[in-house]
């Protein structure tokens, strides 16, 4: 499967600023998935990063506030844009569906602290 | 959408004993459903899948079943030991692998 890099692993940030979270995979692939989980929470899909096109965004999740990035197949930017408390949490990509393969394979993630 | 739940919420077991979790799913087109463990400050990783053309799935001291008119399906875990406390989730998805949702999540802790 394939391997993900995330970067950065933590960071604590002051409000109003914004964070981009870096995925770089060691494969080529298709899709590529924005997920959010709150402390102690299930994971909710933000957003899948188009190759190319924009991103396409879940319900109650926008493009101002999550701007993404997919400049080629192995890369993609999340950044989570003037932040405040409540978007404490881990921000994991992920990526799913290789060559027939149904697996999601997730990223260590990005856990923020906003203060 | 799809609307997935999990039960139960918390669940503690001996060591050796068998651990059942429950998920159900709205969406009768979904057909691929997922399960991924989650050690504390570790990423989900998935433990056992299965297809909706299929009814039971094993590996080793994990199964998965199935109930397509139900729209249920379960993780069984037997001869439990300490190192499988974690955080469950089951998922359930259309298009094989696209549009995951996840439930909510089962701590299960096996004491010893």
């Known amino acids: 499967s394939a391997v993900i890099s995330q970067k950065p692993s933590r960071d604590i940030c002051q409000r109003g600023t914004s964070l981009t979270i870096q995925c770089q995979v060691d494969?080529?692939?298709?899709?590529m998935f924005w997920y959010r989980q709150q402390p102690g929470q299930s994971l909710t899909l933000i957003a899948t990063a188009n190759q190319g096109s924009e991103a396409t965004y879940e319900s109650g999740f926008v493009i101002d506030k999550f701007p993404i990035s997919r400049p080629n197949l192995t890369f993609s930017t999340l950044t989570v844009s003037n932040m405040s408390p409540e978007d404490s949490s881990i921000y994991l990509c992920s990526v799913g569906g290789q060559s027939g393969a149904n697996v999601l394979t997730f990223g260590a993630g990005s856990r923020l602290t906003v203060l | 959408g799809e609307n997935v739940e999990q039960h139960p919420s918390t669940l503690s077991v001996q060591e050796g004993d068998s651990a059942v979790i429950k998920c159900t799913y709205s969406d009768s087109a979904s057909n691929y459903f997922p399960w991924y463990k989650q050690e504390l400050g570790k990423r989900p990783q998935l433990i056992i899948d299965i297809r909706s053309n299929v009814g039971e799935k094993k590996d080793q001291r994990i199964a998965v079943t199935l109930n397509k008119t139900a729209k249920h399906f379960s993780l069984h875990i037997t001869e439990t030991q300490p190192e499988d406390s974690a955080v469950y989730f089951c998922a359930a998805s259309k298009n094989y692998g696209q549009n995951f949702v996840f439930g909510p999540g089962t701590r299960l802790s096996v004491l010893p």
């Open positions: 494969s080529q692939v298709t899709m």
